[in-house]
C-alpha cells in the first residue's frame, strides 16, 4: 500500500507542477493583453484620457490577473509544503468578490444578488479577520 500512496503523492505533484505551468503561462498572457487593452484605451480619442466604462473594464481585467496570481501563490505553497494555506484562498475569493462589484452594472443587476454578493464579502471578511486571528494567537503562544 505505501507503494501506491508514493505513486499518487508523486502524480499529484506532478499535476500540480503542470497545473502551475500552465496558469504560468495564462498569467503572463493576460499580463500582455492587459497592457494591450490599457493602451488602446489610452490612444482612443480623446487621446490620453480613459473613460469610465473603459477604467472599469481594465480594473475588472486587472484584478482577475491578480486572482491568477494569488491562484500561483497558493500552488507554490502547496508544493512546497502540500498544505494550501487558508490566507491565499480568502484572498483570492476576495479579490473575486471586488472584481464583480467593480465589474457589475448595479441597474442591470436584481436587488437579491446585490445582497448576495454583500452577504458573501462580510463572510469572507469574517473568515479572514478569524483567521488573521488564529495565525496571530498561534505566533505568540
Known amino acids: 500500500m505505501n507503494v501506491v500512496e508514493s505513486l499518487i503523492t508523486s502524480l499529484q505533484k506532478l499535476i500540480v ?5 500552465m496558469l504560468a ?3 503572463v498572457l493576460s499580463t500582455v493583453h492587459l497592457g494591450v487593452l490599457i493602451g488602446e484605451e489610452v490612444w482612443k480619442p480623446p487621446r490620453g484620457l480613459i473613460p469610465v466604462q473603459g477604467l472599469l473594464e481594465i480594473f475588472g481585467y486587472f484584478l ?3 486572482i491568477g496570481v494569488e491562484l500561483l ?13 487558508v490566507r491565499v484562498v480568502l484572498e483570492v475569493a476576495l479579490i473575486a468578490m471586488a ?19 454583500a452577504a458573501l464579502i462580510v463572510a469572507l471578511a469574517i473568515a479572514f479577520f478569524f483567521e488573521r486571528q488564529a495565525r496571530s494567537e ?3 503562544s
Not at 507542477?17 to 505551468?21: C, N, V
Open 17 to 21: 507542477l503542470a497545473l502551475a505551468g
Open 64 to 66: 482577475l490577473v491578480l
Open 25 to 27: 503561462v495564462v498569467v
Open 73 to 85: 501563490e497558493t500552488l507554490k505553497a502547496y508544493i512546497r509544503k502540500d498544505v494550501i494555506h
Open 138 to 140: 498561534a505566533v505568540h
Open 99 to 117: 472584481r464583480k462589484v467593480i465589474i457589475e452594472e448595479p441597474n442591470t443587476v436584481s436587488s437579491l444578488t446585490l445582497l448576495g454578493i
